[in-house]
């Protein structure tokens, strides 16, 4: 038995083109097989392997061949050329209400889908009572299909899918739909399938959820798959090449995620000059965590990157309650308008905890004096627990319609935080609390 829940070898597909209807009749009967068409590629030639129990993610633009490969691994399409092996119970929300009879009730397409699954009816009697209770449509589950809103029959799709035990499961956006609560709800149950052993292929163009579910994903562009490793650094090298306004090329992206795969950076940050040290509270060990990823649309550089204490010393361990300084020193060769700048916090799972922008009124900054550096300064207190954390900064320039990403550095700088408290805590920041308690006598009998 194969270590390999799904092996995609050499997949392709493609669709015929046609710059005239009439052109497909006269292809069909032109005695020398003359072509008419133009050849699209929504796939062309990808290998994959995806081992049982991984959590893959995969990243791209729309139009970059997603739904396509999805549909392929699902047995929804036939590739045109190559060869698919799965092994295992296949579940797949490709599309709101996909593989559902619009006029069936929802109770009969719970049993409709099951049984395209190849699932016995007493199985799925057994899992109809959770998979109602977690789609929550009330009394709609006796109605056809078709009277739903786009809510209830992702609600009804979801809960059937994930509830069925599938060996492969394949997400495509699906999270990103109904209210707030059932969000969650999905999201609590998405861990557990993570836990369970089961396969999973998740689609999203949430970063943060990608990073926070898999381990591995691949980035498609065009139909081919540029680069795959790890979910973290994919993510950061999708999002370095779709802000940025010049196309790389796939052997710059693959060579650049290289770089940051090896701790590598790509656009080296020089340490700001005649800068105190504070050695107690500085770790070379830190500093190396930081691989930044440098997007850039303008002739703007970074020259530097530290975190201050209130003595005006570089410290990147930081003690837990306790106020800093972020500073970064921008280089300007060109005059710019309506310039702001963003920050974000992450933690180690590349999770944004936290992002604000300079000025914080709406307003921004003109730059147009280029005979000193622009110092920008953001105070904060640390109120993380222990753990590592890291700083994404950056320049945007604003305007009424649409803001303009002019320099974007990602992971630019890390830090530790610890704690010297005892308290039990746990998660990523803290939060102040006045924890109360009172002890009733029982009564008198």
Known sequence: MSDFAIELDGISKYYKLYDDPRDRLKEALHPFGKKYHKEFYALKNLNLKIKKGEILGIVGK????????LKIIGGVLKPSSGAVKTEGKISALLELGAGFNPEFTGLQNIFFYGTILGMPRKMIEEKLDVIVSFADIGEFITQPLKTYSSGMKS????????????????????LSVGDAAFQKKSLRKMESLVNSGATVIFVSHSESLITRFCERAIY??????????????????????????KQLTAKALQDEYKAIENGEARN?????????VDKSMFSPGIAKKSSPVITQNFPVNIDSVQILNTFGKKVNLLESGKKYTLECAYKFSQPISSVVFPVSFYNSKNFELFGIRHPYDGSSIDILDLTRDVIFKCE???????????????VTQLSEESKLILLRCEDAI?????QESDDVQWGQVIIETNIMHECLNEPNL
């Open 155 to 174: 609600r009804l799709a979801f809960s059937s899918a994930v509830h069925i035990e599938p060996d492969i499961l394949i997400i495509d956006e699906v």
């Open 414 to 418: 890390s830090f530790d935080v610890i």
């Open 380 to 394: 904060f207190v640390a109120s993380f627990l222990p753990g590592s954390y890291y700083f994404s900064v950056g």
């Open 268 to 276: 080296y940050i020089p340490p700001a000059e005649k800068l105190l």
């Open 62 to 69: 729309n139009g970059s061949g997603k739904s396509t490969l």
């Open 220 to 245: 498609l562009r065009r139909g081919e798959m540029v680069v795959e490793g790890s979910a973290t650094n994919v993510v950061r090298l999708y999002m370095k090449d779709s802000e940025s306004k």
